[in-house]
């Protein structure tokens, strides 16, 4: 069976939406679920939606931000850092009354995730990196996202590029085109001169005192596998699970990574 067929459209139905403003920049928050509160942070693209949530929310409550620059938030031409990120995010989870919570990052949202860990660790209870971005490790680089070409794009968000093309709208129109350019615009403000990550982050990581699992796509072509080892020996308290047959969306691709984050959280 063609796992495409599997795939649903991406739908916010059933979140609940709020907007905040954050040093005067609106900031749209999805939520869904109860209980104790998990905060994901999403990669450089919203496009792949967030079905995962849905099963985190059966005993969890998912809190979902766009981005600055993102999704339906409003753009903020100032943050041009990861690290302009992390003081957004930490006057949001100020808004938000969140003292002590978990924190869920994928891809360009893990390399927010971390540095936020790096410097706020006291506010973390687990961290969860999906195919994180963020830590250069050079003898196994990752390609420059900005040098690919869009036809080859699936097959590096997913072992099976039919998975990702799923993903997209049957026929894109131009709203789906301007959001796809504005967040590509908003990620090369961050990223278009360190498309490696944070040269100078690996030397802080033994600050990330809290539990921390590293999700990895077998697979993945955006933060090659062999580089996760270096990962999990800067991570004082951290481990690697490696899903089989999956890509850099591994959310999207394989309820496996959704299983196993759900179980690290129910520790």
């Not at 020996?233 to 999956?246: D, F, H, K, M, S």
């Amino acid at each position: 069976m063609n796992i495409a067929q599997n795939i649903k459209t991406p739908s916010m139905e059933g979140f609940e939406r709020s907007e905040y403003s954050v040093a005067g920049t609106k900031t749209v928050v999805y939520s869904i679920g109860s209980g104790d509160p998990v905060v994901f942070l999403h990669g450089g693209a919203t496009f792949p939606g967030f079905e995962f949530a849905r099963s985190w929310a059966r005993e969890r409550k998912v809190i979902i931000p766009h981005h600055p620059g993102f999704g339906e938030s409003g753009d903020d031409d100032k943050i041009n850092s990861v690290h302009d990120y992390v003081l957004h995010y930490l006057e949001l989870f100020d808004l938000l009354e969140l003292d002590r919570f978990d924190l869920a990052g994928h891809s360009f949202g893990a390399w927010i995730a971390l540095e936020f860990a790096v410097e706020h660790a006291h506010r973390l209870k687990k961290l969860i990196l999906a195919g994180p971005t963020g830590l250069v490790v050079k003898e196994h680089p990752a390609p420059d996202f900005f040098k690919i070409r869009a036809a080859d794009l699936p097959g590096y968000l997913t072992a099976d590029p039919a998975v990702a093309r799923s993903l997209y709208p049957a026929e894109p129109d131009v709203d789906f085109l301007v959001l796809a350019y504005r967040e590509t615009t908003s990620l090369s403000r961050v990223c278009w001169d360190k498309p490696q990550g944070n040269r100078k982050i690996g030397r802080w990581l033994h600050r990330v005192s809290v539990p921390t699992l590293l999700v990895w796509g077998e697979h993945d072509r955006f933060c090659p596998i062999a580089a996760a080892a270096a990962w999990e020996g800067l991570l004082p308290n951290a481990r690697l699970e490696v899903i089989p047959g999956a890509g850099h969306l591994v959310f999207e691709e394989a309820p496996a990574a959704v299983d196993t984050a759900q179980r690290f959280l129910a520790e």
